[in-house]
């Protein structure tokens, strides 16, 4: 059976007050919206073609610049190419300017013509390269230089070997260089210069700075270890060296061969040093003066100086042959037994007396005071010893002697009567 609700539990609905209708837009407002809406599009229209325009117009632009900055940049790589071309060519001129001046202000002997001697490629060689590097803007390419070169080579064998050379030889000067020495060259060279320097003294080169230079120049050309080399030249030296390094004691002595070498050049050179002193102070008109050069010098590889003792050196003249480059003009001994006389038996000692008492000196004039002095004590004017005059001096030379008995003869000739 169904139920039936009860009227009283039924909701009765709430009552609402009705609202306001809204009030309806008419037609002439839709219109009007609807006019504006085109309006505006007609304005977004026209703004739209405006600016279509404009960027076409910009695009243009742009095309242009970019055609102009592409000619620009053109210009400037044909530019930059110019300033280039123009550097190099003043560079070109500059130096060709220079090295003008520079070789015309340099003055050298040119090379010494080549004879086929084989003692003399690597002289030569060494000539050819110092004219070609101080002129070397004169010889652009390799077949410049093997021409300059060959305009040294004497005619004969060396000639003749130039002309029979291929032109890719001739056009490589470095490769011509080696066929001219393996083709003139001393077929040992090491051998060569073994027996050279075996064969070397110093008596061949002068002071012991030449020397150690030539046998230096040799040295190079072995593979001597330094006690093969300073043995080799100690047997080379003068015996004034010789005597010399006796005073230094092993312990001390330089094992390295250029400081034993500079050591032994230092002794010649102070002994040389010592002989013009020694003649300076003797009034020796022959020794030299300041206006002489002095021996060759050598600037010492070691840091202690070796010297025997001052007095070790005796000068000892003999007659100048020689320049004072070669200081084989004067001998140095050391002390020996040999007796001397004593200071006892000898005069006073005067200036220039221990001239006179060497025959074959030579002897500087008396002063005027010398002269007035020995006159006073009665003592001969050449050799300042009493008991005879100048005249029977027994230490005249024999030219001396000469010499005064023609003077004496002209005089007894110009005093005697003339005959009738």
Known sequence: MSHIPDPSEMAVPESHPQADPQPQASDIDVLRSIVEMGRALLDLNTNQSSMVTRLQSLTDAIAVQQQ????????MVSLSKNLKTLSTTVDDISNHSSSSSFSSSIKFNP??????????????????????TLQHKSFPSDLHRTIFMSMYLAYGTPKMWFNGLSTIIKSDFKLFCQAFENHFGDSDPKGTANSQLQALRQEHCGSTANYYSRYSELRSRVDWTDFTLIDTFTQGLKPRVKDALKFVLPEVRPKVFDAFASMCVKYDNLAWKEEQNAKRERGDPFSAEASEPAPPSFTAQFGQT??????SFTPIYSPP?????????????????????????????????????????????????????RLAKGLCLYCG??????????????????????KNSTKSSALSPKSS
């Not at 102009?68 to 210009?75: E, G, L, V």
């Not at 070796?306 to 007095?311: E, I, K, Q, T, Y």
């Not at 007796?339 to 006892?344: F, I, K, V, Y």
């Open 321 to 373: 042959n020689q320049t004072p480059y070669s200081h084989s003009n004067f001998n140095y001994s050391f002390p020996s037994s040999a007796p001397t006389p004593s200071s006892s038996s000898l005069p006073d000692p005067v200036p220039m007396e221990v001239d006179a008492m060497k025959p074959n000196r030579p002897r500087g004039p008396l002063s005027e005071a010398e002269r007035t002095d």
């Open 111 to 132: 090379p010494t013509v080549f004879t086929g001697n084989a003692t003399e490629v690597k002289d030569f060689l060494s000539d050819i390269q110092n004219s070609i």
């Open 306 to 311: 070796f010297a025997p003792p001052a007095s």
């Open 385 to 406: 010893i009493g008991g005879h005059v100048k005249d029977d001096c027994p230490n005249r030379s024999a030219q001396a002697i000469t010499r005064a008995n023609a």
């Open 68 to 75: 102009n900055n592409s000619q620009f940049t053109a210009s």
